[in-house]
């Protein structure tokens, strides 16, 4: 079973993958509330990197792709890191995200946008998450043109 939709505990609360996201997001937050602000933006770049790296080799060159795609198209955006996976930020609140199939066991990554994107098309229904499974020219002039919409 994935990590991400693996049972909940025998008390009715939160799965092993889903406290160790919340312990994950926690050792972000404390992370950065330790950083200076002359360096931040650059040691969280890093820590994106950093992730990225570790990534299994199918996962890693999707992430990879999309790190450029989004730092060119929206250099407003910051990278750093969301629940431990990477994620682009404008003034502090992530915009859109990217989770790795294999950490969250399933069979494909997703690029996502948070309601903090400027997606909406006041049609009362538009797509906040996109499975990833390769980019080709095609997939990045798609997530080129919905980074430019999400960041306005």
Not at 135 to 152: F, M
Request: charged content about 30%; overall charge positive; glycine content about 8%.
């Amino acid at each position: 079973m994935s990590p991400r939709t693996s049972e909940k505990s025998s008390t009715g609360g939160f799965s092993e993958a889903e406290r160790a996201a919340m312990k994950q997001r926690a050792a972000e937050l404390k992370e950065e509330a330790s950083r200076g602000r002359g360096n931040k933006k650059a040691a969280d770049e890093l820590d994106v990197l950093s992730k990225i790296a570790e990534m299994e080799p199918s996962d890693r060159a999707v992430a990879e792709r999309i790190h450029a795609v989004v730092t060119k198209t929206a250099p407003e955006l910051s990278p750093k890191l969301w629940y431990g996976q990477p994620a682009y930020a404008k003034k502090g609140k992530v915009v859109c995200f990217f989770r790795s199939g294999h950490v969250d066991g399933e069979r494909y990554s997703t690029l996502g946008f948070t309601t903090a994107a400027d997606l909406d098309d006041n049609s009362g229904l538009w797509p906040t998450s996109f499975a990833v499974t390769k980019i080709d020219d095609q997939v990045e002039k798609s997530i080129t043109g919905l980074v430019k919409k999400a960041v306005g």
